[in-house]
């Protein structure tokens, strides 16, 4: 259904292009049972001139027959089209509308109001981009509209209206308006609904649907259609993080090999150097090809295929990713889980999990707890029964490769399957990564300052023994700085001229950890202290053994620092501050991170998006902008010579 246009009859391919070349706007209704979500859609498509003649001779002779106005006109037989939908008067399954006007296209999917079929509510909910949740002016702020809005914030959904509706049966009173409205902003202020507008609207009689209420004059604000024509959503998709994944290999004849599969996110050129997951194969966009020519740009959600400069072998359930921005893949998760089968969900009861282009068997692992949606409560709980959300820990057979729904939809998100009946029993989006705490020692642990991890006496071999072999004391040496300051390429020019000095020495460095020890850790503040530990950990190691070690990490935290120090002894630790300015790391920066901290990509990065703590009193500061790495080394030897650790 379109939007009437002069265009139609003068010029059907001007007014095609102009049709083509409007954004999309996917919302939804929902709201507790009987708040009116059909009838807003109905008289939204009425108001605007949206129904064919026919249609509208149907549904009046409808309304009258099974209609729930008394006979007069009844908008939500519009989207009420199941038998059992009409003799019951309400909504069971989720139905679409598609329309437009001079402004936008619409879809919209209006979905049931009671607990029974808040699965269905999800399904909907899951591609839109906006919510309308309806609140009836009589009643207030109820169960389903705060398990609706829970869904909503759950599913990321920035942008909701809450239609205070059946404002005629109220009086119109502004004052009850109001009373909703804080009613709703005191419960949604524990939610994730960053844009949130309030509308009073009554829509048996189209009060502020499309045009302004006259009975309502108190309300100035937009009315429904205006807000839903004028909603800015163009920030809202990610554009940054290519994700590709592969659906189907094209192979027609010798001479093409493409990749088929839609975009989940971000921008894709000719020309530019992609890798693909999990073989880490790399190689670069020859063309971008679709069945009307080849595109010099692609972007999500288009649907393509590519063509790569080099034979590289990958197939379906692979993902080709922009190389240098890769998600995470691994085989454990955790993740919000909506559940949607009448039989309970069991941990440990093995299911498929569906994402993106894979298909793989898995298993809830734990059942962190379980949410109340009234209260937000969360209360420990065997299992999931219909409807109900949880947090969960997945583990698959095989890792996937995915970025948390937050910042990405099409690869944060899964659905589970039931084996033996096929049927889709539940829904999950994906959360940020967080180690799990059961492998994750705690710093509390350590002992207190000046006291070593280990002890002589679990070794034959005393400290005074390895003194005497090695001739040098043990001592772990931090390089810490910002990301370019030099701090690994000083701690390898050190450690050579330790050796060439006859030294026992060994390197330990934060992103070589990062490739093995660490692999499975991230770049938030957490993940960064876990990462120094394990490291602490094993220059503890290397020093009991008698060695020097040099160790260059970021380390932006001084009270972790610290930490560092009480778990190797602070009697055999030392802080370097490699304190290379700001401008000159940006300069060396080859990998294009501080660019991509500044584009707000990596939230977690120091000294832009992350603080970096200066160590208040290092026992070297040293500076790679003004002295040579040569030179660094050297003051590094010097350090240690001065305080008697080396002669």
């Not at 008394?70 to 908008?75: I, M, N, Q, R």
């Not at 029993?425 to 967080?434: K, P, R, Y």
Request: hydrophobic fraction near 40%; glycine fraction near 8%; proline fraction near 4%.
């Amino acid at each position: 259904m379109s939007h009437q246009s002069d265009l139609i009859a003068s010029d059907i391919e001007a007014y095609l292009k102009q049709h083509e070349q409007k954004q999309l706007l996917r919302f939804i209704t929902c709201g507790s049972v009987d708040d009116g979500k059909s009838t807003l859609i109905g008289r939204l498509l009425f108001d605007s001139k949206m129904l064919y003649e026919d249609q509208l001779a149907q549904l009046e002779a409808d309304s009258v027959k099974v209609g729930t106005t008394g006979g007069k006109f009844d908008p939500a037989l519009v989207t009420d089209g199941l038998k059992a939908e009409r003799e019951q008067g309400i909504t069971i399954d989720v139905a679409y509308r598609y329309f437009s006007t001079a402004k936008r296209k619409f879809i919209i999917a209006d979905t049931p109001g009671h607990e029974q079929y808040t699965r269905n509510m999800a399904t909907g909910a899951s591609t839109a981009d906006l919510a309308v949740i309806l609140v009836d002016a009589r009643h207030g702020v109820l169960t389903q509209t705060r398990r609706h809005s829970f869904i909503v914030s759950l599913l990321g959904i920035r942008h909701v209206v809450v239609a205070v509706n059946k404002m005629d049966l109220v009086e119109f009173s502004e004052a009850r308006f109001n009373q909703i409205c804080e009613s709703y902003r005191g419960f949604a202020a524990r939610l994730d609904l960053p844009d949130l507008h309030f509308i009073p609207i009554s829509a048996l009689d189209g009060d502020n649907v499309v045009e302004p209420s006259q009975r309502m004059a108190w309300y100035r604000g937009a009315t429904l259609m205006n807000f839903l024509e004028s909603v800015y959503i163009g920030s809202d998709r990610n554009l940054r993080d290519f994700r590709f994944p592969v659906q189907w290999v094209n192979r027609p004849n010798l001479d093409f090999r493409g990749f088929c599969g839609t975009i989940a996110a971000g921008t894709i050129r000719p020309g530019e150097e992609v890798t693909i997951l999990p073989s880490r194969q790399k190689s670069r966009v020859k063309d971008i090809v679709t069945f009307d020519g080849n595109l010099a740009e692609a972007f999500a959600p288009l649907a393509v295929t590519l063509t790569l400069q080099d034979e590289v072998d990958a197939s379906r359930g692979d993902m080709i990713v922009r190389s240098g921005n890769l998600p995470r893949s691994a085989d454990t998760f955790d993740a919000m889980l909506v559940w949607m089968n009448q039989d309970a969900m069991v941990p440990g009861k093995t299911y498929l999990f569906k994402h993106t282009s894979q298909t793989l068997t898995g298993t809830v692992e734990t059942l962190a707890y379980r949410i109340d949606v009234n209260t937000l409560h969360r209360s420990p709980a065997p299992n999931l029964e219909l409807n109900e959300i949880g947090r969960v820990r997945v583990s698959l057979n095989a890792p996937i490769h995915f970025d948390p729904y937050r910042n990405n939809r099409g690869t944060g998100s899964f659905v589970v399957i039931d084996r033996l009946s096929n049927a889709t029993v539940g829904a999950g989006m994906i959360l940020e990564h967080t180690p799990d705490p059961a492998r994750r020692a705690i710093w509390d642990d350590v002992p207190a300052a000046g006291e070593p991890v280990t002890s002589d006496e679990a070794s034959l071999v005393t400290a005074d023994e390895r003194r005497a072999r090695f001739g040098q004391k043990p001592v772990t040496v931090l390089l810490t700085g910002l990301t370019g300051s030099g701090k690994t390429a000083i701690a390898v020019a050190t450690e050579r001229k330790l050796f060439d000095a006859g030294r026992a020495v060994a390197r330990i460095d934060g992103e070589q950890l990062r490739r093995g020890l660490s692999s499975e850790l991230g770049y938030t503040a957490e993940d960064r202290s876990e990462n120094l530990r394990r490291g602490a950990h094993l220059a503890a190691s290397l020093n009991d053994a008698g060695l020097i070690c040099l160790a260059s990490f970021v380390a932006p935290n001084d009270a972790v620092r610290q930490r560092v120090g009480n778990t190797i002894g602070q009697q055999r630790f030392l802080v370097v501050h490699v304190a290379t300015p700001l401008e000159v790391c940006r300069g060396r920066d080859t990998k294009g991170q501080y660019a991509r901290a500044d584009a707000g990509e990596l939230p977690h990065f120091p000294g832009v998006t992350a603080p970096y703590e200066v160590p208040p009193e290092p026992d070297l500061v040293i500076d790679a902008s003004q002295d040579s790495i040569d030179s660094c080394g050297d003051a590094i030897l010097r350090m240690l010579s001065e305080k008697g650790y080396i002669r």
